[in-house]
Each structure stands twice: as C-alpha cells, then as structure tokens.
C-alpha cells in the first residue's frame, strides 16, 4: 500500500431547511415498505471547493437558494429524490457530496433535463462553478443490504 486516508463527513444543516431532503436517518431507519420497490440507482456527485474558511458555507447558502428551483423544476422524475448533502468534517476538507437516487438511469437522465431549464439552479450552478475545483459524479448500484435501495 502506498497511500491510505479517510474523511469524516456529517450532513450539511440545510437538510433539515427542506421536506424534500430526509436525511440519512430517514433512511437507514425506515423500513423496505416505506421506501420505492425498485432497486434504483444512487447519484454520487463530488465538489472539492477551493480552501478557505468561509468557502463551505457559501456554497451551502448559494446551493440553499438555488436548490427549490432544481426540486420543483418541470418535468422532474417523481422518482427522483435527493438524498443527502454532506459536508467533510475530517479528513480531506472542502468537500461536498451530494447524494441522490433515482429510480432508473432514464428517471436521472429526465431529473437532469429539467434542472437545466430551471433559472434559480443554473444561476446558482453558476456560482458554485467559482467556488469549485474540481466536481465528479458516480453512479452506484445499492447493494442487496443498502438502507439506499
């Protein structure tokens, strides 16, 4: 082994801010009943943001402003839902994941498509495009034991 690290994330305080976020507890803690009988997919997306103090809690307060917008856009997959938003705590800092799932690949690939015709979240994309260094996304497949599934 030639490198090993490790992150401590913890969910942004802007879950609780809206309905359409559950947060990580909702899930791990409902059972299957309450939650799609799908499989689904999950949504990784990535920012590493720029350093500084005060970096985090503007992306937090743009994403905040813009994210109703990406919500409510028309045309959105209803089985479409945004998981979590996470910040890192320990570890690598200025890091935000945010976490989605989908119930297919087309239901993400439709969600997509009508947040780019969202106003408020393109401005706001926008913006965190500044605080940014780098954004990826992953998708992933929930295991069989996945509270995400």
């Not at 103090?53 to 028309?74: H, Q, R």
């Not at 989908?102 to 239901?107: K, R, Y």
């Amino acid at each position: 082994m030639m490198e090993q690290s490790s992150s401590i994330f913890v969910e942004a305080p802007l879950v609780d801010d809206f309905d359409e976020i559950k947060g990580l507890q909702y899930w791990v803690n409902s059972n299957n009943n309450d939650r799609s009988s799908s499989k689904g997919i999950i949504e990784l997306r990535k920012y590493q943001l720029k350093l500084g103090y005060d970096t985090v809690p503007n992306f937090l307060k743009i994403y905040s402003s813009a994210l109703p917008s990406k919500l409510n856009a028309s045309g959105t997959h209803l089985g479409t839902e945004l998981v979590t938003i996470l910040i890192s705590d320990t570890g690598s800092l200025n890091k935000v994941l945010e976490v989605w799932k989908h119930d297919s690949e087309t239901a993400m690939e439709q969600s997509r498509q009508a947040s780019r015709s969202a106003k408020e979240w393109r401005s706001g994309i926008a913006q965190i495009a500044e605080l940014a260094q780098t954004f990826d996304t992953s998708i992933i497949n929930p295991t069989e034991f996945s509270p995400l599934r």
